[in-house]
């Protein structure tokens, strides 16, 4: 081998060992980066599979939070409602059905043809109306039953309707209503009189006998006022408070003879007769003044009513082994007539005549603290007459000692 032909061949094996050389180091270089990428996505990976996981155990949150939801509109005290934007139902729980059975006009399918119920006519032209974002509330009514009917709407076009149960609510709010009414009435006619009265006395000169006969009048005119306010505060010591009144044994025949001994003077008067039949040892778990406030209000309605040289009778029926103990308290006197719708003497300021009870005294409340004490000591009343001229019979139960 000649010297040229050793250089080439040098030169070459140079050639090929630098060309190697290359490789070997851009195979280093590239395995490098392929770890180093081998890396980076191994951590997306990981990262992509904690999203997942995330976003799955939100889905399970949701579905849970959605369970949670629906038990709670299950068992919510209102009828709900859930439709989707194009206004299908999604939901709906159990009382809202029946809720719309009793407000709707005719029996129709709810998922489809809900809305369009002339009840739901309000509803339908509020979701039509270019504001119908927010909420829409009005009320609806049907076989004696008053509902409030509210509409939320939501971003997605989606709503919900809501019907609420407010017979009770606004029958309550009536008879607080009526109730102030009434009250209003009643301490009107006694201020303006014991007014006129003392008016009189002021602006003339009279006689010592004529300021002392319009004094007695005035006088008498705060008795009734104050006469009210005590039935007023007993009533709604009943009705709000009655946890607080002391329970004790209370003997029925003591409690008899002392408002016998109270109103002798006045059954003496009017030639009334006071005949109580009543067991010895009879002992009745209660309020002793409620108690005593049953049978003095009974006592006193026909003393102010039944007319003169009448009898009032009080006894017991025979035990039904129910713990209770029914009585019957009756007169002979002239009654109310057979027109009169007598479970109407309940209510409060009801009046059979009109003027009756300004002209003859007492609040107009006294039957109604009866029925009112009779039910707090867990009995029931009931009232019955034979007709025009008879007497009034009333027939009530309290639990027994």
């Not at 919510?76 to 989707?84: N, P």
Request: charged share 25%; proline share 1%; glycine share 6%.
């Amino acid at each position: 081998m000649n010297f040229d032909d050793y250089s080439n061949f040098i030169s070459v094996l140079c050639a090929i060992i630098l060309a190697f050389v290359g490789l070997l180091v851009r195979y280093i270089y590239n395995s490098k980066q392929l770890k180093e990428l081998k890396e980076e996505l191994g951590d997306i990976k990981n990262r992509h599979a904690k999203i997942i996981q995330r976003i799955k155990d939100d889905e399970w949150k949701m579905e849970g939070e959605k369970e949670k939801l629906l038990m709670h509109t299950q068992v919510s005290a209102e009828g709900i409602c859930f439709f989707k934007s194009d206004r299908t139902v999604d939901f709906h729980n159990g009382l809202f059905l029946q809720y719309f059975n009793m407000i709707a006009s005719d029996s129709m399918n709810i998922e489809r043809e809900m809305l369009r119920d002339d009840v739901f006519i309000p509803v339908v032209n509020f979701l039509n109306s270019r504001v119908n974002e927010g909420c829409f509330e009005t009320r609806v009514s049907g076989q004696g039953s008053e509902f409030s009917l509210l509409v939320n709407t939501f971003a997605d076009k989606s709503f919900e309707i809501i019907l609420t149960d407010i017979t009770s609510r606004e029958k309550t709010r009536r008879l607080k209503q009526e109730m102030t009414g009434n009250i209003a009435h009643e301490l009107r006619t006694p201020v303006t009189s014991i007014r006129g009265f003392l008016e009189i006395i002021l602006s003339n000169n009279l006689e010592d006998e004529k300021k002392g006969e319009y004094l007695k009048r005035a006088y008498n005119q705060t008795q009734i006022l104050s006469e009210l306010i005590a039935d007023m505060s007993l009533l709604t010591k009943i009705d709000e408070h009655a946890e607080s009144l002391k329970m004790s044994k209370v003997d029925i025949n003591e409690l008899l003879q002392s408002i016998k001994t109270a109103s002798d003077k006045i059954l003496e008067e009017k030639n009334i007769q006071f005949n109580a039949n009543i067991p010895e040892n009879l002992f009745i778990f209660g309020n002793e003044s409620l108690l005593y406030s049953i049978f003095r209000n009974l006592t006193d309605n026909v003393i102010r009513h039944a007319g003169e040289n009448v009898s009032i009778n009080i006894r017991t029926l025979p035990e039904l082994g129910d713990g209770k103990v029914y009585f019957v308290f009756s007169d002979t006197g002239k009654g109310v007539g057979e027109n009169v719708v007598l479970e109407r003497l309940f209510e409060r300021f009801y009046r059979v005549e009109e003027g009756r009870s300004r002209d003859t005294g007492g609040s107009g409340l006294g039957l109604s603290i009866v029925r009112n004490a009779v039910l707090f000591h867990g009995g029931t009343i009931t009232v019955r007459t034979g007709g025009e001229n008879t007497g009034l019979e009333f027939l009530f139960s309290l639990k027994k000692s």
